[in-house]
């Protein structure tokens, strides 16, 4: 059950907004079961990309679960705001922001600490970071987990991103929308990342010789 | 453009996100660097293994149980739709998604509604051409396509030897959602075996009954429900039942 999540901090103008100022009316409705399968055949079926992204976010199997679940009772509570199209991008936004509740409530142990590295690293000039010649081979093909860890082992907010575009196929608007930042945000954090897990491909490539 | 810009914007080529001209002049630039050719290759082969590794979690069934009870809980009496909900789902999920579950709960009136439904699909299927969209006698043809057909790949057993041949599979509708239906035959006799999935995973025993004239053999295992369809008699309908389960329990246990 939520637990920790409960006292996650809101955010103006993001999905999940006022938690806790229920009208009797809102009351009523919640336990609308009309509401309730409408917000089942909506979202229920993005449970395993919610998933997904949680266990990359929060790179913990147990802290992933209670933040799905805490996305989805939030999600539903604030169904009614939900205006559609695109119901994956809305979850998401919920989701990252119970995920970085979590970051908050992990800030004491410094190795999750990521969060402060990046506005500097973001500048840091790309080039740096790939001082090999363009006559390198072909780039070795790895195993799931072996990718998996890779991108486990990239900074925040780079791996968000990554993740949203590589492995939940998101557009660049659409990623920008969940981690509420412009484009060009996204745009940069993005090339960060794919440069930042190039290089740690190609370490591992060379380890594994 | 100079490689600064470049090494941005060629993300955002092959994301597919650049508009024509820009693409364009990132394209003229990847031509005459060297350097950011190599990269534009390295990072488009990274994302083809990204493609192709399995990089996604299934969400644990327990979490789904959770989220579930803490929504609130359908209407005393389902609609048919809410029936097949299942169904629905499985076509926006991923084939990742194969064994997601969702609750179904199947009640008497709703079990009638069903009934007539696969009768229905059964009669369909038997029209010429409509029988099966992947006609082979070999089980491991016939399972892998339904691999992202279905959120459930429904289990394909060859029965040959037991008397009743594997034909083939097909995607058909239920309720206006897409259901696995695997098709036997045994001498002229077609039989049509519905698979869905369901919440409850305890073992329903089969029971036989008769519609229009059709003998619909149900049950329930291992998280699946199960609807043989069939103008044979009741007897042979029951020994392809029965065979299949033994069939499944001899798989899962060898």
New interface residues.
């Given amino acids: 059950?939520p637990g920790r999540w409960a006292a996650a901090p809101g955010r103006a103008g993001t999905p999940h907004g006022n938690a806790g100022q229920e009208t009797m009316a809102a009351k009523a409705s919640?336990?609308?079961?009309e509401?309730?399968?409408r917000?089942?055949?909506a979202a229920?079926?993005y449970?395993?990309?919610?998933?997904?992204l949680a266990?990359y976010l929060l790179r913990d199997a147990a802290d992933?679960?209670d933040a799905?679940?805490e996305c989805?009772?939030r999600a539903?509570k604030h169904f009614d705001s939900y205006r559609g199209p695109a119901m994956k991008p809305w979850l998401f936004a919920i989701l990252r922001n119970v995920c970085r509740a979590e970051y908050a409530r992990r800030a004491t142990a410094p190795v999750t600490a990521t969060e402060e590295l990046p506005e500097s690293a973001e500048q840091t000039?790309?080039?740096h970071e790939?001082p090999d010649t363009?006559?390198?081979q072909?780039?070795r093909?790895?195993?799931?987990d072996t990718?998996?860890k890779l991108?486990a082992a990239l900074a925040e907010p780079f791996r968000e991103t990554f993740v949203l575009?590589?492995?939940q196929d998101l557009?660049?608007r659409e990623i920008a929308d969940v981690a509420a930042v412009p484009v060009g945000t996204v745009?940069?954090r993005?090339?960060r990342a794919?440069?930042m897990?190039?290089s740690a491909?190609l370490a591992e490539q060379e380890q594994a010789k | 453009m100079t490689?600064?810009e470049a090494?941005?914007?060629l993300?955002?080529l092959i994301?597919g996100?650049l508009d024509a001209g820009h693409a364009r002049e990132v394209e003229a630039h990847i031509a005459s660097c060297?350097?950011c050719?190599?990269?534009a290759r390295?990072?488009r082969?990274?994302?083809q293994?990204?493609?192709?590794?399995?990089?996604?979690?299934?969400?644990?069934l327990?979490?789904?149980r959770?989220?579930e009870k803490?929504?609130?809980?359908?209407?005393a009496a389902p609609s048919r739709r809410?029936v097949l909900?299942g169904f629905?789902?499985g076509s926006?999920?991923?084939a990742?998604?194969a064994t997601?579950l969702?609750a179904i709960v199947l009640r008497n009136d709703d079990e009638q509604r069903i009934r007539s439904e696969v009768v229905s699909a059964h009669l369909r299927s038997l029209q010429a051409g409509h029988l099966t969209d992947v006609v082979s006698t070999d089980q491991h043809t016939v399972k892998p396509w339904f691999n992202g057909k279905l959120d459930v790949s429904p289990p394909v057993i060859d029965l040959t030897a037991q008397g009743f041949t594997l034909i083939g599979g097909r995607l058909d509708y239920v309720d206006a959602r897409a259901i696995g239906a695997v098709v036997y035959k045994r001498r002229q006799h077609v039989i049509n075996l519905f698979v869905a999935q369901t919440a409850n995973t305890e073992r329903q025993p089969a029971k036989i009954s008769t519609l229009q004239g059709f003998n619909i053999r149900r049950w329930s295992d291992r998280g699946l429900n199960y609807w043989a369809v069939s103008d044979l008699g009741a007897d042979e309908l029951s020994e392809f039942g029965e065979k299949f389960e033994t069939a499944m329990r001899a798989n899962k246990e060898g």
């Avoid at chain 1, 093909?141 to 799931?144: A, L, T």
């Fill in positions: 059950m919640q336990d609308d079961p509401r309730a399968r917000f089942r055949e229920l079926p449970l395993d990309d919610a998933y997904t266990r992933a679960e799905v679940q989805y009772l539903y000039p790309l080039w790939t363009p006559e390198r072909m780039l093909r790895f195993d799931g990718v998996r991108v575009r590589e492995i557009s660049y745009m940069s993005l090339a794919r440069a897990l190039r491909w | 490689c600064e090494e941005v914007l993300h955002a994301d996100e060297a350097h050719a190599a990269l390295d990072y082969e990274i994302s293994a990204m493609g192709q590794a399995d990089l996604r979690y299934k969400a644990p327990e979490l789904r959770r989220i803490a929504l609130p809980q359908p209407q809410a909900r629905a789902l926006a999920v991923s990742m998604a997601g969702v």
